[in-house]
């Protein structure tokens, strides 16, 4: 029997996390035995974005380093996971089902939202990924439909996933050069707060609403693109789906890295 896995959204705050010890990378490396083994990935990534849905399509993906001045063991990773161009059309395919029109594309390695996070709950490279893009100009509603038309892949034994952070203004990170274990200001808080009883109570509309709904949502967020994948993770999951807090902790005090499993 195909195992059914929950829809995840994990935040993957800074690549340092990949380097420095702390709380979200120890949950993150037991994460995946507690998921279990998916047959492959498909993960919607803060990182990939596009005007419309594109899927990645290499048998074998390069990497991408999309990021500067971090330290050079970051620029020498691998994450040599296999890619799916079966998945990849098969995503597509259902998304032009639900009048959306996506595309698999070739030449796209994976991004540090993708084999951040990956690297550490799967080390061993060995499930095949595809990487979904976000589209930043379409906003929350777009990507609970772009879930809710993939969620026929979880009867196929495919873990959906997206990768973001909950909270994530690297101006004000800039501008405090904060150290890693800064407490998160009332501000962080409250959002962090929001997000978490409207998740938890499965109210879909606040979450793709959250710009207009949820308090200090554009100081958290000056750019959508870090939250997007959470509609997307929780739209995957069905209708009535609400989900569960699997981690919680903050770095530097504007990431907060939250990880949901949506049921």
Known sequence: MTQKFPTVYVSHGSPMV???NSAAR???LGYGKTLGTPKAILIASAHFESRRPMLTADAHPEMIYDFGGFPRPLFEMKYPAPGSPELASRAATLLTAAGIVATPVTG???DHGTWVPLKLMYPDANIPVVELSIQTNLGGAHHVALGRALAPLREEGVLIMGSGSITH???EYMRLRPTIDMPAPQWVMDFDLWVREKVEAGAVDDIANYLERAPYARENHPSA???LPLPFAMGAAGE??????MHSSCQYGVLMMDTYAFH
């Open 108 to 110: 796209r390695g994976y």
């Open 169 to 171: 203004n690297l101006h």
């Open 18 to 20: 990949m380097l420095e």
């Open 240 to 245: 009535g789906a609400r989900g569960e807090l």
């Open 225 to 227: 693109d870090h939250y």
């Open 26 to 28: 120890d949950f993150m």
